[in-house]
């Protein structure tokens, strides 16, 4: 019998105009709840070497840190406990516990981390993101859009050469106004 092959799921959060800029965005204990449940969910996180480096950054030091706010530390947690894949061709050391460099064929790699991940994995990663949809190995989508005008920063899927049709597969919006969107790639 076959293992079932696991979702490859992009979430993130987005304000009205399709900016990710984590400076714009509400960031409350109803939406660190809200991307606990879905990392939880999901069997491992994947990321470019600029998300690694900014999760890095941060986020080992807020699970030791016993006075942090208990959703942050709840995240954080967790997320050191989860298999962590990184794409990088610039950076070979990832010292961070539970982290795996991915390297050589991308399309063969995040393949093979979906295949052999039955829950699934969850990409926060935008330049990354991108390039998995222009790949079409994205199966479902989980944004949070922010009720909030960035008018700067990187945007959702640049540079994307066409179309893609989606599916609305569930929305909950949140006390701050945020609306979490679940959507998955309509079928062809």
Same mark, same amino acid.
Request: hydrophobic share 50%; proline share 2%.
């Given at each position: 019998?076959?293992? $079932?092959? /696991?979702? &490859? *799921?992009?979430?993130?959060?987005? *304000? &009205?105009? +399709?900016?990710? =800029?984590? *400076? @714009? /965005?509400i960031a409350d204990d109803e939406l660190h709840h809200h991307f606990t449940a879905l990392m939880d969910? $999901? /069997? @491992?996180? &994947?990321?470019g070497r600029t998300t690694y480096e900014m999760m890095e950054g941060y986020w080992p030091s807020v699970a +030791? =840190?016993?006075? $942090?706010?208990? @959703?942050?530390?709840?995240? $954080?947690?967790?997320? =050191?406990?989860k298999p962590k894949y990184v794409v990088s061709t610039t950076r070979r050391d990832f010292p961070w516990q539970n982290t795996v460099h991915l390297q050589g064929d991308l399309r063969a790699a995040v393949q093979q981390i979906k295949d052999r991940t039955p829950d699934g994995v969850l990409i926060g990663s935008l330049t990354l993101g991108a390039e998995l949809e222009r790949l079409e190995l994205i199966d479902e989508y989980r944004l949070v859009v922010h009720p909030v005008l960035a008018g700067r920063g990187p945007r959702l899927f640049e540079g994307l050469p066409t179309p893609r049709q989606l599916e609305l597969v569930s929305s909950r919006t949140f006390k701050a106004g945020q609306t979490a969107l679940h959507l998955r790639r309509r079928p062809t």
């Open positions: 019998m076959l293992a $079932a092959m /696991g979702l &490859l *799921t992009f979430g993130i959060n987005v *304000t &009205l105009d +399709g900016c990710c =800029d984590h *400076t @714009a /965005g969910s $999901a /069997g @491992a996180m &994947l990321w +030791g =840190d016993e006075q $942090a706010p208990r @959703a942050e530390r709840e995240w $954080a947690m967790k997320l =050191d406990a």
